[in-house]
């Protein structure tokens, strides 16, 4: 009932809200893209997708299909795997950003090894510019990793915007540094959140630097300063005058193409790609639940400026 190439077309441009995109990431024509989705509509009887010249959204039924479009496109491949006998095996070692330890990236990882037991899959979680350069060192053979606006490399999982987060007790001086809590270098989302700084002349320290989204967190609820991140605690309102981050890429990207981890390299993209909509605000929810006290739910109003 449901062709298999729809369902990856519609994942994709749940993923996206983007028919350009999507068609850029499946390698497709944008008009191929949209037939793809009107044929699935078609075979439901629904509207998956609201859309005009300026959005993308996903309707209530294109929700519901997320979840049944990944699991029959997990059915499809197993049975495919069986009958065909193909079997993955071989060293794969995939890189993931600290960002994705709080999401389910997990359920993914867990479903992979399911699938491709024989692959024996290492696990690297890094700051993205770390992952990026040993990823280009040979050292990994794929990642999934924050890279910079100007950068063309990888496949696209999604867009997050960045912004300010910090504790609502937090007050910004105007008059003092921004007081900064940061990935160390090479860290993406450090950089960006310097050279905005920078632009708009506004003075920084750093008060606090860790290698850990956990550790960052704990900095900034104890209202030691604010971060750059693309989801999170309490946001710090426009009127304290810190500068747009505009938006970060989240990508997974290939390394040197080994024989021996190609196949396993593709296929955990390919699962990825197809979940990717799983990486997205899990997390968020965790962080929040993690700043309950006494039973009482986390407060969630602006920070003053």
């Known amino acids: 009932m449901y062709d298999p190439s729809h369902l990856r077309t519609f994942l994709s441009v749940a993923q996206t809200l983007s028919f350009t995109q999507a068609a850029r990431r499946l390698g497709l024509r944008q008009s191929t893209v949209s037939q793809h989705v009107r044929r699935l509509e078609d075979a439901t009887g629904r509207t998956l997708f609201t859309r005009d010249t ?93 890279r ?35 990935y160390p270098p090479p860290g993406i989302t450090r950089a960006l959140a310097l050279e905005a700084l920078e632009r708009q002349g506004r003075e920084w320290r750093v008060v606090c630097t860790s290698g850990s989204l956990n550790g960052l967190v704990a900095a900034a609820r104890a209202g030691l300063g604010v971060m750059a991140h693309s989801r999170g605690l309490i946001r710090v309102p426009d009127r304290a005058g810190l500068p747009e981050l505009g938006q970060v890429d989240f990508v997974v990207v290939h390394g040197r193409r080994s024989p021996s981890a190609q196949g396993a390299a593709d296929a955990l993209a390919a699962a990825i790609l197809a979940g990717g909509d799983r990486l997205n605000r899990s997390d968020e929810i965790r962080l929040r639940g993690a700043d309950r006290r006494d039973g009482r739910a986390p407060r969630t109003r602006s920070l003053g400026p």
């Open 54 to 146: 300026h959005s993308v959204e996903l309707t209530e039924d294109g929700e519901a299909m997320l979840g049944f479009a990944r699991r029959i496109l997990e059915v499809h491949e197993q049975a495919t795997a069986f009958f065909t006998g193909t079997r993955l095996r071989g060293r794969l070692r995939f890189g993931a950003s600290e960002d994705f330890v709080l999401t389910r990236l997990p359920e993914i990882l867990e479903g992979f090894r399911h699938d491709h037991p024989e692959v024996d899959l290492e696990l690297t979680v890094e700051l993205s510019g770390t992952l990026h350069e040993q990823l280009a060192a040979g050292k990994l053979d794929l990642v999934l990793a924050k």
């Open 148 to 182: 910079r606006p100007e950068d063309p490399r990888g496949e696209l999982v999604r867009h997050d915007r960045l912004v300010w987060i910090g504790a609502e007790r937090l007050r910004l001086d105007p008059d003092r540094p921004v007081p900064l809590i940061v």
